[in-house]
């Protein structure tokens, strides 16, 4: 965490439930015009944090300065931010159009302005043809874009979307992460994104903070976050990974069962964890050079469409996984015998705090 | 089978007797329990009955008055019960608020009765007993069941909608009014045709609280009843029939009709 504030900054952030910390002192900055994905386990907190940025939480300890203004004490209806609910919350009494004016219209915005307003909204989303609907007549990414139109109508300085995908099926969702991102980065919105769904965080988020117990537990790009996990819970979060317990032999070669293999950044001697992506790890089918890769033997193979995912056992270690693409008559049958080995950053040093 | 049966007897138990005063009121003969032919002679002699008349108009006005009465009091108690989340007295609230349910009307009569002669004493109001003091006793019992049906839909009320209100600017006050209200407003209806139904036909807690000028309908026939039975009773109980069964059918549909307003 920098020391200069960012475009909204959080500070000492705290939502104590009972005894518990539903948001567990949280520092944050995030940047104007920046995409950032709250991204955690159902209960992590992130929701709570969420509604505290818009208002309709208390906060029992801490600040949250937006553009340099401290919005602790304005109630929801004054705030310059907007939100996305999660099943879209779209009012259904009135038709798209009133939808996407009623945040203009609280601001007693002239007739003809608003018109304006709510054409240039709905074109934005592309549902201008859907002015008289009423939500319920639309389908699930329909009222997505309606209530996207809605939340940024009143062009607030800061945008955000609870869960964007949780009531879409999964094909749409795809989709509407690609459109959505889009329309996000077009009108340069500062954003921030709640979801429990890492491929939604990684697709459309500038950073990514992780969540865990109320905390924030790693913020980064989706390529750090997803490359260099700091933790375990990090590391299974984002993806599949092996996890390997071991003993640093020296900053870059760690101890797996009789092999020394490449790791970078141990403090020799230490118990350590490395983590490993399935991606990451070499398959030989003959022993390398260096003599110091894991043998193992292929026992099983999942195939996934563009890529197979192999199971390796290994004796002493856990079972793992490693994931190869290219042409599937090339992936050996069940019972070979495999040689593994990887690059010293791609086997990352777990902190051990979980 | 003998399900079936048993399920035929009870409806003739239930409905039998309304089904004959329907049909003895198009009754051509005085006598109620000769048949005549038929003839809408009574339903003219019902329309040419002054005092059944005013006592309908009384019982309308009394019965429009209170149900709106009921409907603002009955939400504003729903509301508290359901969405202001637990304060001191909520649950004394709940209980004191729908005991009305209840308790038997001769109680609240009585009661009543006691309090207006006691307040008239002790302030100078109400001097007399007339249209208001009926108007305030059915505001008392009909505010029980209009808290009832308001409650339960504000249960099953997306508290989400009323966030993404504030969340656009609008005051508390104002995302009530523009968010909350239009979209239960089919339960503020049902609850205000319960209402008014249950004021037309009160006779019990009217007559206890009621004063001269003021007679409502159910009095005067309850009260013409005990004189022999004219069969213009019968044309206008079955015309009051008609009505609560078409103002019933009427809130049982608001309350299903979830479909057009369903935010859950």
């Known amino acids: ?354 | 089978m003998s399900l079936r049966v048993a399920m035929i007897v009870v409806f003739v138990f239930l409905y039998a007797p309304m089904l004959l005063l329907v049909i003895y009121s198009f009754n051509e003969s005085r006598l109620v329990t000769v048949w005549a032919g038929f003839s809408t002679r009574w339903y003219g002699e019902l329309f040419r009955d002054r005092q059944m008349m005013s006592a309908l108009w009384v019982s309308l006005r009394v019965a429009f008055m209170a149900a709106t009465t009921a409907v603002v009091l009955g939400t504003l108690a729903a509301v508290a019960l359901t969405r202001l989340g637990p304060f001191r007295g909520r649950n004394a609230l709940g209980v004191l608020v729908t005991a009305p349910l209840v308790i038997p009307e001769v109680i609240t009569g009585l009661s009543l009765l006691l309090l207006f002669v006691a307040m008239g004493q002790l302030i100078g109001w109400p001097a007399e007993r007339g249209m208001v003091t009926v108007w305030i006793a059915h505001v008392t019992f009909a505010t029980a069941f209009v808290t009832v049906v308001v409650a339960a839909r504000l249960a099953r009320f997306e508290s989400a909608l009323y966030e993404a209100a504030l969340d656009l600017g609008a005051t508390p006050f104002r995302a009530f009014v523009q968010v909350v209200l239009p979209v239960i407003a089919p339960a503020l209806l049902a609850g205000w045709l319960l209402a008014f139904t249950l004021s037309l036909d009160d006779l019990v807690i009217a007559s206890f609280t009621t004063g001269p000028g003021a007679t409502t309908l159910p009095m005067v026939v309850f009260s013409s009843v005990r004189l022999g039975v004219s069969p213009k009773v019968n044309a206008l109980a079955t015309l009051l029939i008609a009505f609560v069964v078409l103002a019933a059918l009427a809130s049982w549909w608001l309350m299903q009709r979830r479909s057009a307003y369903r935010d859950t």
């Open chain 1, 1 to 354: 965490m920098s020391g200069t504030p960012g475009f909204l900054s959080l500070r000492g952030l705290e939502r104590r439930y009972g005894t518990v910390n539903a948001v567990d002192v949280v520092d944050l900055d995030i940047g104007r015009s920046e995409i950032f994905a709250l991204l955690g386990p159902s209960g992590c907190g992130k929701s709570t944090l969420l509604r505290m940025l818009a208002g309709l939480e208390g906060i029992d300890a801490g600040t949250i300065h937006l553009d340099g203004e401290l919005l602790n004490a304005q109630p929801a209806h004054r705030r310059p931010v907007n939100m996305m609910f999660q099943a879209y919350a779209l009012f259904p009494h009135l038709t798209v159009a009133d939808n996407v004016a009623f945040g203009l219209r609280q601001l007693g915005m002239e007739t003809a302005r608003l018109r304006a307003r709510v054409e240039e909204m709905l074109a934005l989303v592309r549902m201008s043809d859907y002015a008289a609907r009423r939500p319920q007549q639309l389908s699930g990414g329909q009222q997505q874009r309606v209530a996207l139109a809605r939340s940024l109508a009143r062009a607030p300085k800061l945008l955000l979307l609870d869960e964007p995908m949780a009531a879409l099926d999964r094909q749409l969702r795809v989709e509407m992460q690609r459109e959505l991102r889009e329309i996000l980065r077009s009108i340069e919105i500062t954003c921030v994104i709640v979801t429990h769904d890492r491929d939604e965080a990684m697709t459309m988020a500038d950073r990514i903070g992780l969540m865990q117990q109320g905390r924030l537990v790693q913020v980064g790009s989706p390529e750090a976050v997803y490359d260099r996990p700091r933790t375990r819970f990090a590391a299974e979060f984002l993806g599949p990974v092996n996890l390997l317990d071991g003993v640093a032999e020296s900053a870059d070669r760690v101890r797996l069962g009789d092999r020394l293999l490449p790791t970078a950044g141990a403090a020799p001697g230490a118990r350590i964890t490395v983590a490993v992506r399935p991606e990451d790890i070499d398959l030989h089918l003959a022993p390398p050079a260096h003599g110091q890769a894991l043998a193992g033997t292929l026992v099983g193979i999942d195939y996934m469409g563009a890529h197979r995912v192999l199971e390796i056992e290994v004796p002493g270690l856990p079972r793992l996984s490693v994931i190869v693409s290219g042409s599937a008559q090339k992936t050996p049958p069940p019972g070979t015998a495999v040689w593994l080995d990887w690059w010293p950053e791609d086997a990352v040093v777990l902190e051990e705090t979980s």
